[in-house]
């Protein structure tokens, strides 16, 4: 699976963003789908994670309420949409996909501790920044 985010920038705090990680060269449904934020001099960390076998979403204490991520269709796209944005969320934003037979519990690891499992294809990241 390929795949190529987009979306990054400059945004203030309070701002919000919305990336999305276009997948080609295999179908989203066998795969789990990670949204992993990386700051300088930290793990890399899942912030959000949708397993596609049921549309099951998951999110880390950090985003959740603030991260919301959703499937495109038409687009083949997975999108995080990132509301009240903050000066800790400065980082590279990658996705990445794990082909697993349990996509659910691969999601429920990566959102709970940084871990990187299966999640063997990773897309080039993108940039956030929040800074005022």
């Known amino acids: 699976l390929h795949l190529v985010e987009s979306g990054g920038g400059l945004v203030q705090p309070g701002g919000s963003l919305r990336l999305s990680c276009a997948a080609s060269g295999d179908t989203l449904d066998n795969y789990a789908i990670a949204w992993f934020r990386q700051a300088p001099g930290k793990e890399r960390e899942a912030v959000s994670c949708i397993a596609n076998s049921d549309r099951s979403i998951y999110a880390a204490d950090s985003a959740r309420g603030r991260f919301t991520i959703s499937r495109e269709n038409a687009k083949n796209t997975i999108s995080v949409q990132m509301n009240r944005l903050q000066p800790e969320d400065t980082g590279v934003y990658y996705c990445?996909?794990?082909?697993?037979?349990?996509?659910?519990?691969?999601?429920?690891?990566?959102?709970?501790?940084?871990?990187?499992?299966?999640?063997?294809?990773w897309g080039q990241g993108t940039q956030v920044t929040v800074s005022s």
């Open positions: 990445a996909a794990a082909r697993v037979s349990n996509q659910r519990r691969e999601c429920g690891f990566a959102v709970a501790a940084p871990y990187i499992g299966a999640f063997d294809s």
